[in-house]
């Protein structure tokens, strides 16, 4: 199990490799924030990809999980200086004491000194490959189609991810 901030539902959803998520991890917590970002605020805005993520809370797999203590998240958002829904998230995790799969580096750095372990979108096409999910001619398209799709990855990143792709 682990927990998800909206970017890597966005982005995979996107490429239908939402399912990417259930083959890792079995189950996907969600904090009740990040569904209305991804789903309710998404479908407003015409965006792709809500019928996928849709589709998986159907399934059971992924699951929008209500939050308790509101005072400590809160707390947290004033003292890390962070959105409501970057706090739910690292609470979440946190409570569940499970990994936290995101794309914001400063959401990395406060998990961190909280002691939230996390993952990159990306660190999830390497762990796809590394367990025989996918091929690494698979992981680099996959990789590529994540960019296409706007997830924003640095192009020195981006060349040591298909160079750790080859070594693999």
């Known amino acids: 199990m682990v927990v998800c901030d909206s970017a890597p539902l966005i982005h995979l959803s996107r490429v239908n490799k939402l399912g990417l998520l259930k083959d890792l ?48 998240i809160k707390k947290l958002a004033e003292s890390e200086k962070i959105q409501i829904e970057d706090a739910e998230v690292l609470y979440l995790a946190k409570d569940l004491a499970t990994s936290l799969v995101t794309s914001d580096g400063w959401l990395i750095k406060i998990a961190k000194g909280i002691g939230v372990e996390t993952l990159w979108t990306t660190t999830l096409v390497l762990l796809s490959i590394k367990e025989g999910k996918m091929s690494k001619k698979e992981g680099k398209n996959l990789l590529r189609e994540l960019v296409t799709s706007g997830l924003y990855i640095k192009p020195d990143v981006y060349a040591m991810l298909l160079q750790a792709i080859d070594e693999m």
């Open 25 to 72: 991890f079995g189950e996907v917590e969600i904090p009740p924030s990040i569904y209305r970002e991804v789903v309710e605020e998404a479908r407003e805005l015409g965006k792709p990809g809500v019928s996928t993520i849709e589709g998986a809370i159907d399934d059971g797999w992924l699951k929008v999980t209500k939050i308790r203590g509101r005072k400590k």
